[in-house]
């Protein structure tokens, strides 16, 4: 059965705090895993792919361990924009993306 | 910036009802997708489409949903005799060849009564 889990939340934090996320996965024929993120009643919209060689995007920073199974995003210096619900998502082209049920943030002022 | 898009936004029917959700795919993209979400819950997979044909199904996609690609341009669902559990998010995505990631459409909400 392919599963994904994520940290249950909520995550209530301060602007400018660090935050990370971690997720795992119980497929290991899953070839790729992205963040998605997902605001309320909205569609998921793509975050970034995650690598094994780990990945940044500017104040985001994803990491893949597939010996673990095991995948993380750390958020640097959060946002009140960056509250949102983040999903962590495994697939392989071209077919059925898992979705874990999502971690709720919410950065207050 | 290419998008995909859903029509309608929202659609309210009655039990035992038919309904088509529209999606219009980012135009040089070759898989589509429909997924669902239901209030409170995950995104779950109902089928993919490459080629013209269903690719993959989940257990959700039985005989009351089909889906078609009329035309150059759009990517339908069908659901033939809506059941109250059918109310849900609705969402269509689709991918390029060679890309792993998906973009999805803002999503058609569903409400079954």
């Known amino acids: 059965r392919k599963e994904v889990e994520q940290d249950p939340g909520p995550f209530n934090v301060p602007e400018g705090a660090t935050v990370a996320f971690n997720c795992t996965y119980s497929?290991?024929?899953?070839?790729?895993f992205f963040w998605y993120r997902q605001d309320c009643r909205k569609e998921p919209k793509l975050l970034m792919s995650?690598?094994?060689s780990g990945n940044e995007d500017g104040r985001f920073t994803a990491q893949l361990n597939r010996a673990s199974q095991y995948i993380s995003l750390l958020i640097r210096d959060s946002k009140l924009s960056d509250s949102a619900t983040y999903l962590c998502?495994?697939?392989?082209?071209?077919?059925?993306?898992?979705f874990g049920k999502g971690t709720t943030l919410s950065v207050s002022s | 910036e290419p998008e995909v898009t859903q029509t309608p936004s929202h659609q309210v029917t009655q039990m035992g009802q038919e309904v088509i959700l529209r999606c219009v795919p980012i135009?040089?993209?070759?898989?589509f997708y429909w997924y669902r979400q239901i209030l409170g819950q995950k995104v779950e997979f109902l089928v993919s489409?490459?080629?013209?044909?269903?690719?993959?199904k989940s257990e959700i996609f039985d005989d009351q949903f089909s889906v078609e690609r009329p035309d150059g341009s759009n990517f339908t669902l069908k659901i033939r005799s809506t059941k109250l559990e059918d109310s849900a998010m609705y969402f269509c995505?689709?991918?390029?060849?060679?890309?792993?990631?998906?973009?999805f459409g803002p999503g058609t909400r569903l409400t079954v009564t």
């Open positions: 998502v495994g697939g392989q082209a071209g077919t059925a993306l898992i």
């Open positions: 497929n290991s024929a899953s070839q790729s």
């Open positions: 995650v690598y094994s």
């Open positions: 135009s040089n993209h070759l898989y």
């Open positions: 489409f490459y080629n013209n044909e269903i690719s993959e």
């Open positions: 995505a689709s991918n390029g060849q060679g890309s792993y990631e998906q973009y």
